[in-house]
T-cell receptor, first 113, second 111 residues
Framework: GAGVSQTPSNKVTEKGKYVELRCDPISGHTALYWYRQSLGQGPEFLIYFQGTGAADDSGLPNDRFFAVRPEGSVSTLKIQRTERGDSAVYLC???????????FGQGTRLTVV | GENVEQHPSTLSVQEGDSAVIKCTYSDSASNYFPWYKQELGKRPQLIIDIRSNVGEKKDQRIAVTLNKTAKHFSLHITETQPEDSAVYFCAASITRGKLVFGAGTILRVKS
């Protein structure tokens, strides 16, 4: 596709459940980023990948959060034992390289009930 | 780490007037300062950016100024139109991808 694609667009889950959020970056983009945006706030950096490896995961809030990008393209953000405080819009972005413009996806709105 | 503060949190202007949004950053190593526009329920979209080797950049009705010494940068929108209404975010970084965002400014342009 032409842009960054995220699925699902909306996800409602019960507290304590496991969720996976998927990001399809723009074809050819080597850098991929995950951000989290809470209501009324700016996006907050979680992790970024350069190729297949997580180059910086300093923004992951705790060890319930994990992300993978096994083939250097699609990435999955995984959240274990979800908590109500995890409710937010999870945004993915990609860029050709680390120092080129990052393009955002539409986000996945996660609601933990 | 980097911390970015953004003001005001909301801004209402009359159509045709100018709007100014200001941000300050803490890390003097930051050298890239983008501005994003986000409409309700949509993705953030880059509208203009500036690097620290430049003091001002303009693109039609939008301009950004940077004061490295004071560590602040501003977005200026002239001749505002109703379609400019959105949330605007500033960000600062030493890379173009790993960004630290401000809290956002809700801009309302009244017609």
């Amino acid at each position: 596709g032409a842009g960054v694609s995220q699925t699902p667009s909306n996800k409602v889950t019960e507290k304590g459940k496991y969720v996976e959020l998927r990001c399809d970056p723009i074809s050819g983009h080597t850098a991929l980023y995950w951000y989290r945006q809470s209501l009324g706030q700016g996006p907050e950096f979680l992790i970024y990948f350069q190729g297949t490896g997580a180059a910086d995961d300093s923004g992951l809030p705790n060890d319930r959060f994990f992300a993978v990008r096994p083939e250097g393209s699609v990435s999955t953000l995984k959240i274990q034992r979800t908590e109500r405080g995890d409710s937010a819009v999870y945004l993915c972005a990609s860029s050709l390289t680390l120092n080129t413009e990052a393009f955002f996806g539409q986000g996945t709105r996660l609601t933990v009930v | 780490g980097e911390n970015v503060e953004q003001h005001p949190s909301t801004l209402s202007v009359q159509e045709g007037d100018s709007a100014v949004i200001k941000c300050t950053y803490s890390d003097s190593a930051s050298n890239y300062f983008p501005w994003y526009k986000q409409e309700l329920g949509k993705r953030p979209q880059l509208i203009i950016d500036i690097r620290s080797n430049v003091g001002e950049k303009k693109d039609q009705r939008i301009a950004v100024t940077l004061n490295k010494t004071a560590k602040h940068f501003s977005l200026h929108i002239t001749e505002t139109q109703p379609e400019d209404s959105a949330v605007y975010f500033c960000a600062a970084s030493i890379t173009r991808g790993k960004l630290v965002f401000g809290a956002g400014t809700i801009l309302r342009v009244k017609s």
